[in-house]
């Protein structure tokens, strides 16, 4: 009986380093994939909506807006798209809010169907190549921000959570209201 030669024992430890047995780097968790926090500054951006209407985040000062990144494919997204129409677009729609959904990685053309199928009503901006929601996160969706008047983020959270969404809302309208009584004080002055 013949002995195995020593010198296939080393090859095969270099090959099966080689074919990706090693340990890959963890996956990042949401909020190390999250490059702006509650309290930041929001980032500046500009789109198309799906009707071709200019939108400027930077143009929404003055009012509460709610940015929700969504993809077609995402379950979560699908789950919260109906709780996005019926409990935030519904009630706070009006001059003092703004909600847009960011389509990440979809262009117009992707989205019609979709959009029906959702029931969709409130704005939808595509960002074919993830260049706006770059600026807030590199992965994780559905992905929502609350923005305040002033700017600044005040809720940012990631998947599709009942409790953390009813936060959310309660949230909403909150600085709603907060808002819309001081446009009222403004005016009266």
Not at 25 to 38: G, K, N, Y
Not at 56 to 64: D, F, I, N, P, T
Not at 88 to 98: A, H, L, M, N
Request: charged share 20%; glycine share 6%; proline share 10%.
């Amino acid at each position: 009986m013949q002995r195995p030669k020593l010198i296939f024992i080393p090859l095969l430890i270099l090959l099966v380093g080689l074919s990706g047995c090693s340990p890959k780097a963890p996956e990042p968790t949401p909020e190390e994939a999250t490059r702006v926090h509650v309290g930041d500054q929001a980032p500046a951006f500009n789109g198309h909506l799906m009707d071709g209407t200019p939108f400027s985040l930077e143009a929404q000062r003055g009012k509460v807006v709610v940015l929700s990144f969504f993809a077609t494919w995402c379950p979560p997204c699908r789950e919260e798209i109906p709780h996005l129409e019926s409990e935030v677009w519904t009630p706070f729609r009006g001059p003092d809010f703004v909600m847009v959904a960011i389509a990440r990685e979809h262009k117009a053309s992707d989205l019609g169907e979709f959009i029906t199928q959702m029931e969709m009503t409130f704005p939808v901006l595509p960002d074919p190549d993830r260049g706006i929601f770059s600026l807030f996160a590199d992965a994780f969706i559905p992905r929502t921000i609350v923005i305040d008047p002033e700017g600044r983020v005040i809720y940012h959270g990631t998947d599709y959570n009942p409790d953390e969404f009813a936060k959310m809302v309660e949230l909403i309208e909150a600085t709603v209201a907060a808002n819309s009584s001081a446009a009222l004080l403004t005016t009266d002055s």
